[in-house]
């Protein structure tokens, strides 16, 4: 079946650090890649939508200086969280989708990053 | 993002009875519905999913039922084992093939 990896699966770092977090298509090609984020007990919260080669668009509230989303390849999307503090602290997780596939298929998950900042 | 952040209801079941989760949405031009099961420091894991035009779809040992008309999910799970333990979560498919979640719920099952 298909398979989405991210990686690091868990990040702890120091208040002020850019943490960078992978998103990748294993075995098919993404050319929508989807950014969440979960607090604990919670539900997911859709960021943003990473499209293949030009700009992600934001969902309302999430700032994009804050979250840059770079998809430079059909296979991969990164998440940048730019001078983190621990206010953004969480799980993040991302999704994507088959091009092959119509809208009306589902999104492949990857395992999540658990974020700390220190 | 659209998804209220409230906390997650529970349903504790005993292993081997039937359970029903429900899940109310929230845009009744959604075409698309998917539930997820999630495993604690996992992402999603995709069950079963059902198209506007249908109003119920079974799989193995689930069953998915939609209501339109009160915007209303069920997903039923016979014969509930240990392993289904989770939190689950309905999604809707909105504009632009994104993914809104429901609340979610989590499920207990005792042996």
């Known amino acids: 079946g298909a398979v989405v990896s991210q990686h690091p699966s868990r990040v702890i770092c120091k208040s002020g650090t850019s943490v960078k977090i992978e998103c990748r298509s294993l075995?098919?090609?993404?050319?929508?890649m989807f950014w969440y984020r979960q607090f604990p007990k919670q539900s997911l919260m859709l960021m943003a939508t990473?499209?293949?080669?030009?700009?992600?668009?934001?969902e309302q509230g999430v700032e994009k200086d804050k979250f840059l989303i770079n998809h430079a390849s059909l296979t991969l999307s990164t998440l940048t969280v730019t001078s983190a503090h621990p206010e953004d602290s969480s799980f993040y997780i991302c999704?994507?989708?088959?091009?092959?596939?119509?809208?009306?298929?589902?999104?492949?998950f990857g395992d999540g990053t658990r974020l700390s900042i220190l | 993002g659209e998804s209220v952040g409230l906390h997650l209801p529970t349903l504790s079941v005993q292993e081997g009875d039937n359970s029903i989760i429900n899940c109310a949405y929230s845009?009744?031009?959604?075409?698309?519905f998917i539930w997820y099961k999630q495993e604690s420091g996992k992402g999603p894991q995709f069950i079963i999913d059902?198209?506007?035009?249908?109003d119920k779809r079974q799989g193995q040992r689930v069953t998915v039922l939609l209501n339109k008309t009160v915007k209303h999910l069920s997903l039923q799970i016979a014969a509930t084992q240990p392993g289904d333990s989770a939190v689950y979560f309905c999604?809707?498919?909105?504009?632009?093939?994104?993914?809104?979640f429901g609340q979610g719920t989590e499920l207990s099952v005792k042996p």
């Open positions: 999604a809707e498919n909105i504009q632009g093939g994104k993914l809104i």
């Open positions: 059902i198209r506007s035009n249908m």
């Open positions: 075995d098919f090609q993404a050319t929508t």
């Open positions: 999704s994507a989708r088959d091009r092959r596939s119509g809208l009306e298929q589902p999104q492949h």
């Open positions: 845009n009744s031009a959604s075409d698309y």
């Open positions: 990473s499209n293949e080669g030009s700009k992600a668009t934001y």
